[in-house]
């Protein structure tokens, strides 16, 4: 029997570009640390209103001494330097708000597309406005690519930044 040598030489093989998760249009969400007392939030508003910037989504957790603001704006730049001048305390993430048609029946769907994800949800809160005349919602996840990608084939229309500003 009579062996060959064969001598491997490197072949160009085009190989298909892994996957990415599709990306969402993602929000910015300011949380504010506040003193738990009569009319803080109230002064934050006041603030953005003198700057012609509106909350467009709140949230609030109090505690004892303190409480936690989440707030979504028309304008997260002009309010990210505001804060900043006037050495409010804040921090700034992203959520993933989308819109409700029918919340009776989208929000069970939405929850399960979640779950079946493995998507945890930290916490939520509904927008003070009705973008494109609809509910919204404001999700913060621990994985916005992967919710952003699984609601969208589920239906569901990711809201933007533009779309929430007025």
Known sequence: MRMFAVALLPMPVELPETTSKMRGPLVK??????????????????LLGAQNTHVVALSVSESTDSAIARIIVSDPECVEKLF???NVAFGVSEVVVVEMREVATQLVKLLAALFMAE??????YPLLTRPRGFAALALHLDDTECASSVLT????RMLSQDDISR
């Open 119 to 124: 998507v945890n949800v930290h916490f939520t």
């Open 153 to 156: 084939g589920e239906g569901f």
């Open 29 to 46: 969400q300011f949380s504010i640390f506040l003193p738990n007392k009569v009319g803080a939030m109230l002064d934050i508003v006041k």
């Open 84 to 86: 900043r001048q006037k």
